[in-house]
């Protein structure tokens, strides 16, 4: 038990090239250390678990590295490298902005930033959730950011830039890291169940990352967990039921019985997915999402919008060539109508049981409309 390490920190990146979904970013950074045109003051900014330190960590061990290589990576060997994998390095001094927000902290890593390094050519100073750092903080820190000494680079991480005052701002080179793709972490999911040894349907993979949100460091949280619950045999529904996630399978149900007007079923099947414990407000939305995959399924070209897996997809296409463009037009319409009005309605359940009558009357309303 003593030796187990969450795959978050276990298959942290240690280069720019393993970073995932940041290529822009990662390959900026890379250039900029080649022809040595690196800026004293970063700013990372982006959601989440999308690889902000990771980023920061792997510059910093990149530039101090004594024997880089042809690809501008860190050569893992060296004196620098070694110190710094061991966490014992002396030339990176992290902070964290939510801990250590007060003008003494930062006015203690200004009196550092004036000592040289002692191995390699730069000190770098990491300062992870740094806009909740207070207005005397941020202005103790601005004359250090305006004129650093030669050997000393700063990288901020925020996830709200919107906070941080636009003198700071204007003193940093700014690098919007964006949410990772559903694909992206589902490769990487792929990859990390191999070195594991862990057998996993691609389905059950393909829905832990669209669970994480474009958050790497949230999927690798949710697959330790769902690993532990299925001992080395990850199935999709042991993601649906462990994650309490409803089934595709309800939506297209749904959305068949709406086609057929069959009001009864519709009911039934909505009571099923209350008596399990799901949220009617999240139903609704989730059959938003579906009536929304249909529409975009209605035209080849905006089928690759679906992030989906392959045999989901192909239950869109079928479905969607079903239903007419107008009725799902108007679904959407009506299950945004509910939507909005659901947090301040008294019956919320009675709300969504008319919402689905609604839908599954479209057809015959459509059908009256015609001349």
Known sequence: ????????????????????????????????????????????????GVGKTTTARILAKTINCFN????????????????????????????????????D???????QVRIAPQLGDFKVYIIDEVHQLSNFAFNAFLKTLEEPPKHAIFILATTEKHKIIPTILSRCQIFD????????ITDHLVEIAKKENVKAEPEALHMIAMKADGALRDALSVFDQIVTFSENNITYQDVINNLHILDYDYFFKFTEFADKEDIPSC?????????????????????????????????????????????????????????????????????????????????????????????????????????
């Open 1 to 48: 038990m003593g030796d187990f390490i969450v795959s978050a920190r276990k298959y942290r990146p240690q280069t720019f090239d393993t970073v995932v979904g940041q290529k822009s970013i990662t390959s900026t950074l890379k250039n900029a250390i080649k022809n040595e045109h690196l800026a004293q003051a970063f700013l990372f900014c982006g959601t989440r």
């Open 68 to 103: 880089r290589t042809e690809e501008t990576e860190a050569c893992d060997n060296c004196d620098s490298c070694e110190s710094f994998n061991s966490g014992a390095s002396l030339n990176v001094y992290e902070l964290d902005g939510a801990s250590n927000n007060g003008v």
């Open 105 to 111: 902290q930062i006015r203690e890593l200004t009196d």
């Open 177 to 184: 890291f964006s949410r990772i793709k559903v694909k992206d």
């Open 267 to 371: 009911l039934l099947l909505f009571n099923e997915i209350v008596e399990n414990g799901f949220d009617s407000h999240n139903f609704i939305n989730g059959l938003s999402g579906h009536y929304r995959n249909l529409l975009v399924c209605k035209n080849p070209k905006s089928a690759d919008l679906l992030e989906v897996p392959d045999g989901i997809k192909d239950k869109y296409l079928k479905q969607a060539n079903e239903i007419d463009v107008n009725i799902i037009m108007r679904a959407l319409n009506a299950l945004s109508k509910a939507d909005v009005s659901y947090k301040s309605a008294k019956n919320q359940r009675l709300l969504v049981e008319v919402c689905l009558m609604e839908l599954c009357s479209l057809k015959q309303e459509q059908e009256k409309k015609k001349p």
